[in-house]
DNA sequence: CTGAAAGCGCTTACAG
DNA sequence: CTGAAAGCGCTTACAG
């Protein structure tokens, strides 16, 4: 291994002036400056990170702490994880990917053995059980998915209240006057998934305030419940005539369940979905939907993250949280509602 | 930050002693260890890991190198990351994910720095630009996804030639005799990604050996070019009874088109895929498949290199190329061919 | 502009 | 069974 101490040899000077001449952190005369880097190059150098670590308190690396639950769905979870490590690596970090089931268990490991300089946290939950070690941990962290209490970190997410007011309001404003809502599955929700009740409990409050008709279920992650679910939905509301989906599983599942009974989008039926564009993308889903903005989310998170870890302790900011205002983006899938109600469950009927 | 002084001297023995009573490298007496273990309890105490790195040479990390490419499937990338970080935790180890565009210049950057004791490859080419440097590196790697050239380096991957010969030889049983094949986009091959032509050399051979009739496109990896192309093949081979696919997301679109042209697997066309049974699950896919095993595969990988990892230097054992038998999971969306041909190109006909 | 030295927190021969 | 010391490879005050 080729440490400073050969650069300096191989340039003739000190490991002090070595270090000094490849941070550019004190002026170095020129000649010197070449001769070093020059050194470095033919040697390969790199500086062992551990060692560099230790000296300096810092490590480069920040910590992503993802959890795949399995009521959620997991593709999602991807754009995320790439938004964070692209993001971070842009910044000049490295990533340290943690899947550990017992999420508290992980937070503390990497943090207390200062594996990170700080740490990001996915799929955080209203009483989230890594928060209060987040808090004690000496480097800082940015949460994605808004928690009960918010003290100490920086905070970011959809809106999903606004997101659930636009969907109803979108559907309204079309002449739509009873909905279906398919929200992510119950456990969800037991288990402290904030964002499903923030997006139900708007959707609901707009609808009432709208005078529409609203059908809330929740739905499910899996197939074939999924489509089983949606199968049963649709049959017990024949007349109701948009559907809103804030849940993924239910979205990928719907072109199936759509074509089976014979309907399309918007002719039988307006549908409105919640996830990102990529995603519409790749499972080629027609279905207008509110902007998830995973790739955003990491992004912000992370920037924000870097902006505390390169901060001076003292000059602590008061803490951000940001929650990003939804777009709908328009794939046609909403139109006026039809004239006649659907026809109820008709396994492969003509369209 | 509490260090092991402070647990020494909370414990009133040396630092050594302490270091000794921690890691059990030594006979410490029952009491003088009790002591150790109590302060080390009651301060908190995480040995720096960054120090103990530099001291030992370890980091416990291992580095996963996955590249997200345009012409590829990102979500099926998720099980292999799953795999890989919850087995290098199992073996305690974390993981330092970079999905960094230039993977040879990461590469360099995690091995030379000395950040992680190991590495695995995702998706590797067939002339693979982070080999030669990862032969250079002073750390095992190894690979998921079969090179050119496999020396020095551990390879793990599913047999896809005996996964196209399985392919043909079920539908052969079947009665089958003219096929149709969808690989992955064109652009895979010519950028090296030999599992496209070993599956579809293998098809090629296999069906010519049995007396079928194929035709093998090319698929594509984005809607709405995917649908379009499967739509087109169709159109061209109307007396084509089964459907190989080798492209996941020709097996995520494949359902829509399906339903488009009102037909039913098996019942007018047998269709086998390949890709995981998580996969399959997830997007509901009703088709029989060649299960991928991403999850393994991780496994495998990653098992194979905390063994090199762990083993003495010299004890150098022969690297490993394990290629997985194909397995055939049914679906039941094969059968015997049907008595008359499909009907051509019907938008939305009946059943 | 440059060098000698201390120190980051750990582990592990070396001595007793 | 235990302690004092060296060393891992770096950075950064301290001195000139």
Same mark, same amino acid.
């Given at each position: 291994?080729?440490?400073?101490?050969?650069?300096?040899?191989?340039?003739?000077?000190?490991? &002090?002036?070595?270090?000094?001449?490849?941070?550019?952190?004190?002026?170095?005369?020129?000649?010197?400056?070449?001769?070093?880097?020059?050194?470095?190059?033919?040697?390969?150098?790199?500086?062992?990170?551990?060692?560099?670590?230790?000296?300096?308190?810092?490590?480069?690396?920040?910590?992503?702490?993802?959890?795949?639950?399995?009521? !959620?769905?997991?593709?999602?979870?991807?754009?995320?994880?790439?938004?964070?490590?692209?993001?971070?690596?842009?910044?000049?970090?490295?990533?340290?990917?943690?899947?550990?089931?017992?999420?508290?268990?992980?937070?503390?490991?990497?943090?207390?053995?200062?594996?990170?300089?700080? *740490?990001?946290?996915?799929?955080?939950?209203?009483?989230?059980?890594?928060?209060?070690?987040?808090?004690?941990?000496?480097?800082?962290?940015? +949460?994605?998915?808004?928690?009960? /209490?918010?003290?100490? *970190?920086?905070?970011?997410?959809? /809106?999903?209240?606004?997101?659930?007011?636009?969907?109803?309001?979108?559907?309204?404003?079309?002449?739509?006057?009873?909905?279906?809502?398919?929200?992510?599955?119950?456990?969800?929700? !037991?288990?402290?998934?904030?964002?499903?009740?923030?997006?139900? /409990?708007?959707?609901?409050?707009?609808?009432?305030?709208?005078?529409?008709?609203?059908?809330?279920?929740?739905?499910?992650?899996?197939?074939?419940?999924?489509?089983?679910?949606?199968?049963?939905?649709?049959?017990?509301?024949?007349?109701?005539?948009?559907?809103?989906?804030?849940?993924?599983?239910?979205?990928?599942?719907?072109?199936?369940?759509?074509?089976?009974?014979?309907?399309?989008?918007?002719?039988?039926? =307006? *549908?409105?979905?919640?996830?990102?564009?990529?995603?519409?993308?790749?499972? &080629?889903?027609?279905?207008? &939907?509110?902007?998830?903005?995973?790739?955003? +989310?990491? !992004?912000?998170?992370?920037?924000?993250?870097?902006?505390?870890?390169?901060?001076?302790?003292?000059?602590? !900011?008061?803490?951000?949280?940001?929650?990003?205002?939804?777009?709908?983006?328009?794939?046609?899938?909403?139109?006026?509602?039809?004239?006649?109600?659907?026809?109820? =469950?008709?396994?492969?009927?003509?369209?």
């Amino acid at each position: 291994m080729v440490t400073i101490g050969d650069i300096a040899r191989a340039a003739g000077v000190s490991r &002090s002036t070595a270090s000094y001449a490849l941070s550019g952190k004190r002026s170095i005369s020129e000649e010197v400056q070449e001769r070093v880097r020059e050194a470095a190059r033919e040697l390969g150098y790199t500086p062992n990170a551990g060692a560099r670590a230790l000296a300096t308190a810092e490590t480069r690396v920040i910590g992503l702490l993802a959890r795949f639950l399995d009521d !959620e769905f997991a593709p999602a979870m991807l754009q995320y994880i790439r938004g964070v490590s692209d993001t971070a690596r842009a910044h000049g970090y490295d990533t340290l990917l943690v899947t550990e089931a017992d999420g508290a268990r992980a937070l503390r490991r990497i943090t207390s053995s200062r594996m990170v300089d700080g *740490v990001v946290l996915l799929n955080v939950a209203e009483g989230d059980a890594r928060l209060p070690l987040l808090r004690k941990a000496p480097q800082p962290g940015a +949460l994605v998915g808004l928690p009960g /209490d918010c003290a100490g *970190v920086d905070v970011f997410d959809l /809106d999903f209240e606004a997101a659930g007011r636009l969907m109803v309001d979108h559907m309204h404003r079309l002449r739509h006057r009873e909905l279906l809502l398919v929200s992510q599955p119950e456990h969800v929700v !037991e288990r402290g998934g904030a964002y499903v009740w923030r997006l139900r /409990d708007a959707v609901v409050q707009q609808a009432r305030a709208r005078g529409i008709r609203l059908h809330a279920a929740f739905g499910e992650s899996r197939q074939p419940e999924v489509g089983r679910s949606l199968h049963a939905l649709l049959d017990a509301h024949p007349t109701a005539t948009g559907l809103l989906l804030g849940n993924e599983a239910a979205a990928a599942a719907l072109p199936s369940v759509l074509h089976a009974r014979g309907l399309a989008a918007p002719r039988d039926l =307006s *549908v409105v979905g919640r996830y990102s564009d990529e995603f519409a993308r790749t499972f &080629s889903l027609p279905f207008s &939907s509110i902007e998830s903005a995973p790739d955003l +989310l990491g !992004e912000l998170a992370v920037s924000q993250l870097v902006r505390r870890i390169t901060t001076p302790e003292g000059s602590e !900011e008061p803490h951000v949280l940001r929650l990003l205002p939804p777009e709908l983006v328009d794939r046609g899938s909403t139109g006026p509602p039809p004239a006649a109600p659907r026809t109820s =469950s008709v396994q492969g009927g003509t369209p």
